[in-house]
Every structure is written in structure tokens, then in C-alpha cells.
């Protein structure tokens, strides 16, 4: 189980965000854009990189490429885990 996704952020305000969504879960965050997560009997891997800032007009916004990888997670815990992270990353808009 896995997905890609962009994210408008700067890599510190998505480690705030990660820090607290993933705060019941047991972590370990590498010295680079990584962290793995304990989640039932597997694990999620969660990295990110730096996109090209999205230019509109003389507004910039900083993105990532957040990309999640699920390996040995049961499925309903891999959807309750999804659900928390969108809770906490996902921004207001439309």
C-alpha cells in the first residue's frame, strides 16, 4: 500500500504537522526528510522532498512531494492511520 501526494509547505511546517499527527504512534525520524512509523505489526515509511515553489502571480508557495509506503500493515489500521494524517496535513481551501 502506497501513495504520492504534493503538499504545499515548507519542510518545517510538515514536520510540525507529522509531529502531531503522529504522535500516538512510535516513530523514528532520520537526519534527512524521512521518518518511519510502528503501525500494528508492519510499518509505514513517510519521505518528502522539495518541489519547484507553485508561482501565481506574485504569490509563491513552497511544496513537497510527500510519498508513504505501508508494509506489513493490517488494512483498517492503514486506513485509521491515513485518516489521523489527513486530519492534521491537510489545509482548508476551495
Known amino acids: 500500500m502506497a ?8 519542510d518545517a511546517e ?5 509531529r502531531a499527527a503522529l504522535q500516538p504512534y512510535p516513530c523514528r525520524w532520520g537526519a534527512a526528510q524521512h521518518c518511519e512509523v510502528a503501525l500494528g505489526d508492519g510499518t509505514v515509511h ?4 522539495a518541489l519547484p515553489q507553485r508561482v501565481m ?19 483498517a489500521d492503514w486506513i485509521d492511520f491515513q485518516r489521523r494524517l489527513a486530519l492534521y496535513t491537510q489545509r482548508g481551501g476551495g
Open 3 to 10: 501513495w504520492t501526494q504534493e503538499v504545499t509547505a515548507t
Open 57 to 75: 502571480a506574485s504569490l509563491r508557495l513552497p511544496r513537497l512531494r510527500v510519498t508513504a509506503c505501508a508494509k506489513g500493515v493490517a488494512g
Open 14 to 18: 510538515w514536520r510540525a504537522m507529522l
Open 46 to 49: 513517510l519521505a518528502w522532498s
